[in-house]
């Protein structure tokens, strides 16, 4: 059996993940929080999207709005990650061979490396674009891969629960 | 509340109604646009009600954040309100007596017109009176539990 689907079973079968499996009210109120957490980092990720695309916010430098927005991107993500992890928990055992599960992880690990290269290349450049409103070309394409890829997240999401069943 | 029960008949006899319905992926579609809906939506309302408490976006005004915002909370608004209809129109009389949609609903008519009323009424003018910025604070803190129990409420629409 791979180590993973075995770590995967031992944490199934643990205090915590038999609890939040018994509960009546514990997963849904996890999957609520969760649900809530993936709008406020999503919500915010895309208002920086549209900006880099001069769609809104034309008037106010991208540099700006990306540092207003991203304390805000981060207490969600903090949201975001404790209440995934816990749901995680709960259905570890599940989840290994949920394909919807598996796609959604691929897509997050994308979706971190994005901002990366964003961070590491144009918008070190940001001040010699900052008020553009035609971002470059660069800059809007890793916005549309932004938006493309959080929606994909957000449909793998839920159809974990639809694969489950 | 007989015009309520006559119009949701009517819903789920239409063909939209019917196609939902009997549809094995109509549903769960709707439900995801729904979901992205969600996401745009949420955040930007999130944005403009911490900026009317001052806890966010200080760099712009208020009002400049308001109007900014003011397309993606009006179509985040109106996408959740479609896809809350379709999904309603496969199957209106399992929800119609269902309290948590109820209370949804209640919920929903009360935070419209907090909400909107004051993100349109900042987004038009220049800055917050200093007068009413108490106000705004109070509209902004019930806007954001209202949407909050909106989403709780909804939620447990599918566990009742």
Redesign the interface.
Known sequence: MPTLQHICEWIYTTHLSTSIRQSPYSF?AI??IH??G??????????LD?RLLGL??KK?PVS?IA???L??TWA?FAVMFVTGLLLWIAESQTSYSNWAFRAKMVLLLLVGINPLIFHLTIYREVNTWDLANVTPRRARFAAVSSLVL??SI??FG??IA?VNT | MRFLVALSHWLGQTHLGVFIRDSSYAF?AI??LH??A??????????VD?RFLNL?????TAP?VAR??L??TIGGVIAMAISGVLMYAGGPMRYFNNPAFQLKMVLFVIALAIHFPLQMIAARSLEVAPGRQRLFQAAAVASLLLW?AI??SG??I??L
């Open positions: 849904p999957e609520t649900t809530l993936i709008a406020a980092v999503v919500g915010t990720i895309a208002i549209l809104i916010m106010e700006r540092r207003q927005l304390p805000w969600g959080w929606a957000i449909v839920r159809l639809y | 769960a439900e995801m979901l992205l969600l996401a745009i939506f949420g955040g930007s309302i999130i944005l911490l966010g976006f200080k760099t712009q400049a900014e915002l397309p993606l909050f989403g709780f939620r447990v599918g566990y």
